[in-house]
């Protein structure tokens, strides 16, 4: 029997002028139908740095991370305001499709299309009007060697991208996200399907991308989550419980919630 | 012991009827072929039917099917693809698609002859087409439409959710996601259905016999204008199928070899319908490689 | 909360950039604007055709009522069928359809539902590799060619057998039964597919004879979508025009028995409509025979639907 905890007593950081952020929500709640799945998150995330999103299955951390590009759109409704560049994306007149070309997202099981490797990466940016053959080169070499792919397919990016190994479709879809030059990257549990060395090679990729994009991660590991996270967010059923640095949710937890979930007690 | 006999009696009962279903199938390929091949000819292929008996050959109804069913699919592809892509892609859950649905259903059980009298009626009757090529296309399609638009919604949903996330996730627009991503990977079903279709429409004849009309005019195959009136490719001539042209020896023909005739007739629309069959086959499981797996 | 807003607003300079760029149309939106279009377009197609059909069929098929002023009593049940001499009795043809039509599936069903066993309890390593693709060559022949095959072996074989012509209900029986067999069959082996696995263990494992399982736990539970597979054969069979028309003999007289020359709607409609004047009695009158095939075929279709509601309830419970 899971223990009741109050929703009350959370601890979720704010930060301050300083910092530049990357993606705002406020007030944010998802329902489906009649079923409220996420009540009220208000996150800020840096930029240039991974936050990760952590919590037992059904806490709504998938559910908030697709909320932020507008992947709930005629699945769930989304109220509240995300804030990105200081324009509310959470409205009607929005192009959802402007924004998810900013706010990129890789998914749970590796989805590379039926397509070549190659055809993979440029097949989006021809169909945002982008022809010269010289750049698309440019930018298959630029995003497969950002997402650690290069060396392994430089010589048949030809092949269809279905005959990769998991761990090597995912880091393509990573590749394929990246060449849309996005400034977020969003990622759902990308390691869940994969073996040990190719998660390894998925976090040192993400480690290196944070570089340049700001990442924010969905992941039932916690050990992944303080191996390359800076934030760190806690979900516990539809709520944020606690947003602090990642060395101090694992070292010291603020809330009885997050002290029971760090120690394993349920999840 | 009882249980056991009883066990026994039925397997050998059921081991008969497969032997008879299948004796029958046999029993009808044999048949058309033994009595329909020995008859089917160059020159019947090729040749012209005589238009008050019915005899001689077949040249022109087997072009009339091959047009009838080029014009067909050019119209009920297309359509078909956006109806499939709608209720695949657009389609919310509500009453208004299931009416759209059950709509679709009606038209999948309706007759052919009940399609090919409502083409009468609209063309003949109502436009003045006359008995003609488009007239025939057009109630080929009505009754190709609810078939191909089920067959196509039913090889888009088969593709998975993740490939249309991917797609979105991207920045793609929904269609483009739906014809650049989708469609192909849902292509060696649809083709599939759409060669299984043509050899239904090949064969169809109730639906034509009052809108392509029963009479194969003597056309001038060196003319290939469509505007001319002779032109094998004139729209608006009637257009007598080899479907059609079967039924037509058989009940009102005055052909002294009328059985003949038509079993070399029946040989000749069954090997282009077992040709459809074996072609769906081939071309799916083809294009299957192609999609999935490397080059 | 505003200040928060601000907030972020104030980092980014350019943030009336993003806002007209966030808002602006792509082509991605106009793609979409487009499929959108085309997809709607198409399906209203269909909608229209359907639309269009059943109303041109049914204002045409009940003028024999409106216009004509014939009851609607009378053409059900009167058994003369004259419409040139003001006779319009449409009982021969609805009787003719009916009874083929049911004929056809008595007939049919236990050679189906026995195919079907076959293939998927007996031997299913067969019925996938050589049975499977006899029953869709069988769906694949044209409906001309059973009716060809029905004038040159079945009426010769009946004339030799019982007397008379040979043309008659039996003969369209013996036609519309090896159309609908396929029919049948192939549908009764996807719902004898769908019975889940454990139902067959469970009760092999209790001991009984394939045979028992078989009749009692997989046909049981397979009941609906069998029955479901016999509608849509029925279907199939009323609505069967010129094979049924080229071996029944098409008298449209009250059929006394099942050997002599009787007709069906379809085979009535396929011979008539092309010598009746439009707007005239018998033309309407065989309109009103569409339109009462059009009505059988939404019953049919009414009935699946039943059925398988039914089952699902079933399943629920």
């Known amino acids: 029997m899971l223990k009741q905890y109050s929703f009350e007593k959370t601890a979720v950081q704010t930060f301050d002028d300083k910092t530049s952020l990357a993606i705002k929500t406020e007030d944010l709640q998802v329902f489906y139908g009649q079923n409220h799945a996420m009540f009220d998150a208000n996150l800020a995330f840096p930029k240039n740095q991974i936050t990760a999103l952590i919590g037992a299955s059904g806490s709504g951390k998938s559910t908030y991370l697709r909320s932020l590009n507008r992947m709930n759109d005629g699945i769930a409704t989304v109220t509240g305001k995300i804030w990105y560049h200081g324009v509310n994306i959470n409205e009607p007149g929005v192009n959802i499709y402007e924004i998810r070309r900013h706010i990129g997202m890789v998914f749970q099981r590796p989805n590379p299309f039926a397509k070549s490797i190659r055809e993979n990466i440029v097949y989006a940016l021809r169909a945002n009007g982008l022809k010269k053959k010289a750049e698309l080169e440019e930018r298959v070499e630029q995003s497969l060697k950002g997402a650690a792919l290069w060396d392994e397919v430089k010589d048949n990016l030809d092949k269809s991208a279905l005959s990769l190994s998991g761990g090597q479709q995912q880091r393509l879809c990573i590749a394929r996200s990246i060449a849309m030059a996005p400034d977020v990257l969003l990622l759902d549990e990308p390691c869940s399907a994969l073996d040990p060395i190719s998660t390894v090679k998925v976090e040192e990729t993400l480690l290196e991308l944070q570089k340049k994009y700001s990442i924010i991660i969905v992941t039932h590991n916690m050990q992944q989550a303080s191996r390359i996270s800076s934030q760190c967010a806690f979900f516990h059923l539809g709520h944020v419980m606690e947003y602090v640095p990642t060395g101090t949710m694992f070292s010291n937890p603020q809330i009885p919630v997050t002290q029971d979930y760090i120690a394993g007690s349920f999840g | 012991m009882n249980a056991k006999r009883t066990d026994l009696l039925a397997t050998i009962l059921i081991d008969l009827i497969v032997a008879s279903v299948v004796g029958i199938l046999f029993f009808l390929l044999a048949y058309i072929l033994t009595a329909g091949l020995p008859h089917v000819s ?8 005589d238009a008050f008996s019915g005899a001689g050959g077949i040249g022109v109804q087997l072009f009339n099917s091959f047009y009838l069913l080029v014009l067909t699919m050019l119209i009920s592809v297309p359509i078909s693809l956006g109806a499939g892509i709608y209720l695949a892609e657009y389609a919310k859950d509500n009453w208004r698609t299931s009416l759209i649905r059950s709509a679709i259903e009606v038209l999948s059980s309706l007759p052919s002859v009940v399609v090919g009298l409502f083409g009468f009626l609209l063309f003949v009757v109502k436009f003045k087409i006359g008995f003609s090529v488009i007239s025939g296309a057009i109630a080929l399609t009505f009754f190709n439409l609810p078939l191909l638009t089920r067959n196509i919604e039913e090889s888009l949903s088969a593709v998975s959710r993740s490939q249309r996330e991917a797609g979105l996730s991207l920045g793609l627009s929904k269609w483009k996601t739906e014809i650049g991503i989708i469609l192909p990977v849902a292509l060696p079903g649809i ?10 429409v090949f064969g169809e004849a109730a639906a034509l016999i009052y809108t392509a009309g029963q009479s194969a005019p003597v056309t001038n195959f060196a ?10 490719l004139n729209p608006l001539r009637p257009a007598e ?7 037509k020896v058989n009940t009102e023909g005055l052909a002294s070899n009328a059985a003949a005739l038509s079993a070399a007739a029946s040989a000749v629309l069954i ?8 072609g769906a086959r081939l071309l799916g499981t083809y294009l299957y490689r192609r999609v999935t797996a490397s080059k | 909360m505003e200040q928060t807003n601000f907030q972020l607003k104030k980092q980014d300079a350019q943030s009336d950039e993003w806002e007209a ?11 979409d ?3 959108r279009g085309i997809s709607y377009f198409c399906i209203g197609i269909i909608i229209l055709v359907v639309a269009s059909m059943l109303w041109f069929i049914t204002s045409k098929g009940i003028a024999t009522f409106t216009q004509n002023h014939v009851s609607l009593w009378k053409f059900l049940s009167g058994t003369n069928w004259a419409p040139d001499q003001g006779q319009t009795g449409a009982l021969p043809m609805i009787l003719g359809s009916f009874a083929v039509t049911f004929a056809a599936a008595i007939v049919a069903t236990p050679f189906a539902v026995g195919t079907a066993i076959f293939m998927t309890e007996i031997s299913p390593n067969k019925g996938r590799k050589f049975l499977q693709p006899v029953i869709e060559l069988l769906v694949g022949i044209p409906s001309v060619v059973y009716g060809f095959i029905g004038l040159a072996v079945i009426v010769p074989f009946m004339r030799h057998l019982v007397g008379g012509s040979g043309f008659g209900i039996i003969s369209a029986t013996f036609v519309l039964f090896v159309m609908v067999l396929p029919t049948i069959t192939s549908m009764t082996v996807d719902s004898l597919r769908a019975v889940p696995r454990f139902y067959k263990e469970a009760s092999l494992a209790l001991g009984a004879t394939r045979w028992q399982t078989v009749s009692r736990v997989i046909l049981r539970s397979a009941t609906s979508g069998i029955l479901t597979a016999i509608i849509f054969g029925m279907a199939r069979a009323f609505g069967e025009a010129l094979a049924v028309q080229m071996v029944i003999g098409n008298a449209a007289i009250m059929p006394k028995n099942l050997i002599s020359p009787a007709s069906t709607l379809t085979s009535q409609l396929t011979t008539g409509i092309g010598d009746t004047i439009d707007g005239t009695l018998p033309n309407n009158a065989l309109w009103s025979l569409a339109l009462i095939l059009l009505l059988m075929s939404l019953v049919f279709n009414a009935l699946v639907r039943i059925i398988a509601k039914r089952g699902q309830l079933k399943h629920e419970r």
Do not use: C, Y
Request: glycine share 8%; proline share 4%; no cysteine.
């Open chain 3, 33 to 35: 604007w487009i499929g």
């Open chain 2, 191 to 200: 083709v599939t259905g759409i060669v299984l279709s043509a050899g239904r």
């Open chain 2, 42 to 49: 160059w020159s019947f292929l090729t040749g012209a039917t």
């Open chain 2, 241 to 247: 199928t080899l479907a059609v042209h079967i039924w």
């Open chain 2, 223 to 232: 003319d290939w204008n469509p505007m001319d009136a002779a032109s094998p």
């Open chain 3, 21 to 31: 760029q966030l808002h602006h149309a792509t082509k991605a939106t106009r793609e």
């Open chain 2, 271 to 278: 090997i282009a319908v077992l040709l459809f069959n074996l």
